[in-house]
């Protein structure tokens, strides 16, 4: 089951991965590491042991890919649901895979497959998808009016931007910071 937080008055919704995916990988973990020796040598032919042993553990990756291809159907299905336009934003994977503390987290999300799926029923459901650049400042633009906040350091960026005020209208005060392309 993955975690869902009701959205509150600023109408956000929180999805994140379904814990079993960690719990799943941990097992799959403790399994090779208990299976080390099975694989047997090389030019060996595999013993009866070491095939019931790849048998297992291709139960165990398949048992991990269905769990996370089960979330990204249904979270892509729910936002279908809701939303008919989407600014998907680009991102640098194989950078972000080279650092070591994040690596397994952003391995275990599958961003290709959600972005496919998504893509996929939103455009079969009459809707349109728009693909940002990497270097857009989508977190430093305000989604109402569109005003970009060139000042804005990585560390302030909460996904709030209401304290800002635009410079044109200075009546005007903004929302959430984020990325809004449709412009009507």
Not at 31 to 37: A, E, S
Not at 43 to 67: F, T
Not at 111 to 125: A, E, G, N
Not at 142 to 163: F, N
Request: some cysteine; glycine content about 10%; hydrophobic content about 30%.
């Amino acid at each position: 089951m993955c975690k869902y937080s009701k959205p509150k008055k600023g109408g956000n919704e929180i999805l994140s991965l379904p814990d079993s995916i960690k719990l799943e990988q941990l097992n799959l973990a403790k399994f090779q590491w208990r299976n080390r020796m099975e694989l047997g040598g090389k030019g060996k032919p595999p013993s009866k042991n070491a095939i019931k042993y790849y048998k297992k553990l291709a139960k165990y990756h398949g048992r991990i890919a269905n769990v996370r291809r089960d979330f990204i159907e249904k979270t892509t299905t729910l936002l279908v649901g809701k939303v008919k336009h989407v600014c998907l934003e680009s991102l640098n994977v194989k950078g972000m895979m080279k650092n070591g503390k994040l690596a397994a987290s952003i391995a275990r999300q599958g961003f290709y497959q959600f972005r496919q799926r998504l893509t996929t029923k939103i455009v079969s459901s009459g809707g349109t998808v728009v693909l940002a650049d990497q270097w857009f400042p989508s977190s430093k633009t305000c989604h109402s009016c569109g005003y970009i906040h060139q000042e804005l350091k990585l560390k302030d960026r909460t996904g709030e931007l209401s304290s800002l005020r635009n410079e044109n209208r200075p009546g005007l005060k903004c929302g959430t910071g984020v990325i809004s392309v449709w412009r009507n």
